[in-house]
T-cell receptor, first 116, second 109 residues
Framework: DTGVSQDPRHKITKRGQNVTFRCDPI?????LYWYRQTLGQGPEFLTY????????KSRLLSDRFSAERPKGSFSTLEIQRTEQGDSAMYLC??????????????FGPGTRLTVL | GIQVEQSPPDLILQEGANSTLRCNFS?????LQWFHQNPWGQLINLFY???GTKQNGRLSATTVATERYSLLYISSSQTTDSGVYFC???????????FGTGTRLKVLA
């Protein structure tokens, strides 16, 4: 049983560039979540998917951010026109759906973004 | 929104010592987890514990949902226990986890 995987693990980009991150959840999980963590803080929720449907988005997710999960399996998070304030660790998590009656989330290793 | 506070914020222990980490929350919760974040940033699941008591080796956890707190016990601490411990929870009507403020633990050899 493989865990949640994320790619790339590290990304350095220049301000104004676009970046895209990928997350592959645990195969049996149909919920997928994105979080952002800045230095010294706990993770903050960005958005989540139930299969391919994006069901909740945080106000942190500005219009420069977009997330997709087109076939209900892997997900991508794109940041357009990156700013230095976007520098953070981007974490993906997955869990079973409503039918299991509980919501234990498992996290990937994260993608660390540095915007110069 | 719900407030999640952890205490203490920082803790330094000698190897072999025991400790108790606390998570207080301001509303009723549907799900609650404890995580250990290692120095590389990986969040490791310790317990899924919306209520009751669980034990796993040197670690145990108790959640008293009616009194709105959860405790994580670490016994016979080891240097590999160092890192940041987070509690995280969800409230009714949402599946997003709200993370606490974290406890940074350092275990000295």
């Amino acid at each position: 049983d493989t865990g949640v995987s994320q790619d790339p693990r590290h990304k350095i980009t220049k301000r104004g560039q676009n970046v895209t991150f990928r997350c592959d959840p645990i195969s049996e999980h149909n919920r997928l979540y994105w979080y952002r963590q800045t230095l010294g803080q706990g993770p903050e929720f960005l958005t989540y998917f139930q299969n391919e449907a994006q069901l909740e988005k945080s106000r942190l997710l500005s219009d420069r951010f977009s997330a997709e999960r087109p076939k209900g399996s892997f997900s991508t998070l794109e940041i357009q026109r990156t700013e230095q304030g976007d520098s953070a660790m981007y974490l993906c998590a997955s869990s079973f759906g409503w039918d299991r009656g509980y919501n234990e989330q498992f996290f990937g290793p994260g993608t660390r973004l540095t915007v110069l | 929104g719900i407030q999640v506070e952890q205490s203490p914020p920082d803790l330094i222990l000698q190897e072999g010592a025991n400790s108790t980490l606390r998570c207080n929350f301001s509303d009723s919760v549907n799900n609650l987890q404890w995580f250990h974040q290692n120095p590389w940033g990986q969040l490791i699941n310790l317990f899924y514990i919306p209520s009751g008591t669980k034990q796993n080796g040197r670690l145990s956890a108790t959640t008293v949902a009616t009194e709105r707190y959860s405790l994580l016990y670490i016994s016979s601490s080891q240097t590999t226990d160092s890192g940041v411990y987070f509690c995280a929870l969800t409230t009714s009507g949402t599946y997003k986890y709200i993370f606490g403020t974290g406890t940074r633990l350092k275990v000295l050899a």
